[in-house]
C-alpha cells in the first residue's frame, strides 16, 4: 500500500477500518492537547467503559449478600474465574483446560517454574533472552538460588555485537550446544524493549529436540499478536492482564500448562486451596488431589474486582477477534513506521530515527521501538507536552504502540507532526 503522510489520508484510512468503532469502547485519559495520542498500551492498556459496570456488580453482590455471592452472587465468586476461560483460551490458541487465570505475572511464573525448572544431575541450566524484563531476570536467578545452582548457569543469548535484535539462528544454535545440560528455555514472546517477536513454535521444536522444558512469558505478546500455544506446544506460558489486555492495573494474570501435563497429578507444585479437587474441596481434609490442567496450579480463591475487569475487556476482544486486531495491526504499525521515517528532515540518506523493531510484520506485534539517532531525551519531553504518551527507554530509545482496538492512523499522523515539531 502506499502511505501518504497527510492527515487527509490519515482520516481515509480510519473511515476504513473495521475496528474503527471499537475506540468508543475505551476512556482516553484527560489531556489539555488538541489531539492527545496515547501509545502506551503496551505499559497500561486503557480501561474499557464496560469495567465500571462489571467491577460495580460486584460491590453491589458484597453488599447485597455478603458471604452468600460465593454461590449467589449474578456470577457466583466461587467459580467466577471459569466465565473467563474459553475466551482466554482463544485468545491464546488453547484449550479451556490448559488455561486458567488468577495472581499475578511473575507469581506465576514462579509457581510455574516450581513444577517445571526441576535440575537434575548435569542438566541444570535456563536458557534465556538478554535484556529480559527485569522481573523475569530476577524470578530466573532466585530459582536458581533455590535448588543451589550456581548463577552461571543462567545462560544469555544476546543480539550480536552492533544488533540489536537478536538472530534466531542463534538461539536455537545455542539450545543445541547446550544440549542435554539444558533444563530450561524461559522466553519472552515479544521481547519489551525492541518489539521483537519470536519464532515460539521453532524455539518448542528444537527446546523439545534436547530434551529441556519450554516456558514462555508473553506478557508483551498476549493481545497484541495470535497466539497458538496449544498446537506450538511449550510447557507452559504466562502473560499480565493489564497491558494490551486492558484489564486493569496490576490486574490478573493468564497462564497456560499444555495438556499433555494436564493429568500428570505427580509434578510437584506449590498448591493451595483453589488447585485441589473441587468435589473435595471443603472437606478441607489433608491431601492435595489437583483439579486436572492449568486449574491445578491455582492458589487462592478468585480475586473477583480484578477478574471483573477482565471479563469486561475479554468481551472486547472476543467480539473484535485475533484476527481482526491482527491484520489492523500489522497496517497501523507500519503507517507508524512510514510517519515516522518521513518525519522532519529525516531521510534514507540522512535519518534522524532508526526503528530497532523487526521490519517484517510476522517478526512483530503492534510496538515500535524508536531510536533517536540525534537528539536525546528532551525531544521526548516535548513530545509529553504535546500531548503523546509514550515510553522511554535509556539511553536513547522511545517505544510506541498504536493498539488496533483503540489507536487509529490519525494518531499516527499526529505522533509525526509533533515528533516533527519537537526536533
Ligand atoms: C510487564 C512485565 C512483567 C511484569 O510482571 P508483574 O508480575 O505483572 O509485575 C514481567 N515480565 C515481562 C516480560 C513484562 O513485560
Known sequence: MNFENTLEFARTMDAQDPLRDFRDRFIFPESSAEHPVYFTGNSLGLQPKTAKTFILQELEDW???????????????????????????????????????SHSLTTNLHLLMASFYRPRGTRTKILCEAKAFPSDQYALESQLKIHGIPADHLVWVSPRAQEELIREEDIYERILDLGDELALVLWGGVNYYTGQFFDLKEITRIGHSVGAVVGFDLAHAAGNVALHLHEWGPDFAAWCGYKYLNSSPGGVSGFFVHERHAHSKDLPRLAGWWGHNKESRFSMAPGFDPIPGAEGWQLSNAPVLGMAAHLAALEIFEEATMDRISRKRDLLTAYLAFVVENCGTSSKENPLFEIITPQDPKKRGAQLSIKCLSAGKALFHALNQRGVVADWREPNVIRVAPTALYNGFEDCFWFGQYLSSSL
Request: aromatic share 10%; glycine share 10%; charged share 20%.
Open 63 to 101: 453488599g447485597r449478600l455478603g458471604v452468600e455471592g460465593h454461590f449467589h452472587a449474578k456470577r457466583p465468586w466461587y467459580s467466577y474465574h471459569e466465565t473467563l476461560t474459553n475466551m482466554v483460551a482463544k485468545l491464546v490458541g488453547a484449550k479451556p483446560l490448559e488455561v486458567c487465570t
